[in-house]
Every structure is written in C-alpha cells, then in structure tokens.
C-alpha cells in the first residue's frame, strides 16, 4: 500500500473516529435526558401515589364521619319519636286531669245545690 492510500486510509479512520465519538456524546446526552425525565416522572408518581393516599385517607375519614351523623339522626329520631310519645301522654294526662276536675267541679256543684237544699229544706235554721 502506497503512503498517499495509507495516509488517507488513516485520514478516513480519523474522521470515522471522531463521528464515533460525537455519536457517543449525543447519545450520552440523550441517555442523560432520559434519565432526568425518568427521574423526574417517578417524583410525579410518587406525588400522585401520595396525593392518592391522602385522597383515600380524607375519604375515609368522612365516611366516619357520615356515618357518626347517620347514627346521631337515628338517635335524634328515635328521641323525636320517645319525645312525641311523651307528649301525647302529657296530652292524655292533661285530658284525664281536666275531666277529672270537671267531674269534681260537678260534685262540688251538686254539694253545694244539696247542701243548699238542706239548708232550705230545714228552713233556715242554721
């Protein structure tokens, strides 16, 4: 081989060498890039995975506390109801009471119209 071809032989291996090794950097930036976005994506997962988490946690916590209300309207009613009741046995007593001292009120009367007549019927003699 001649030293002009082997020169230029070794010319050519200089310029394949040095696209060989610009390709590498590029790619070694590249893999760079890839590695920061990776990176960077796995934080947005972790953020969400921890976003989900408290999600869940809040949603839970609510759901207790629907359920605690649940309960006290249930209590609420049930006293509702209890209270109703005792109402209405108010409201019978009351009645009961009521014609009761009617009923006295009308012995009272019928006294006093006898005692009245008794009076009169011994003419005043008192």
Known sequence: MSADKLEARVSDLEQ???????????????????????????????????????????????????AAL???????????????????ALADAQIRSEDALARMSALVDHLAETVDRYIEGRGGQG
């Open 70 to 88: 649940a309960d006290a309207q249930i209590h609420t009613e049930a006293a509702q109801a209890n209270a109703n009741e005792r109402i209405a």
């Open 16 to 66: 394949y060498f040095k696209m060989l090794v610009e390709m590498l950097r590029r790619y070694d930036e590249r893999l760079d890039e890839v590695r920061n976005e990776q990176s960077d994506a796995d934080r947005r997962i972790a953020a969400l995975a921890d976003a989900q988490i408290r999600t869940e946690e809040s949603q839970s916590r609510a759901d207790a506390r629907i």
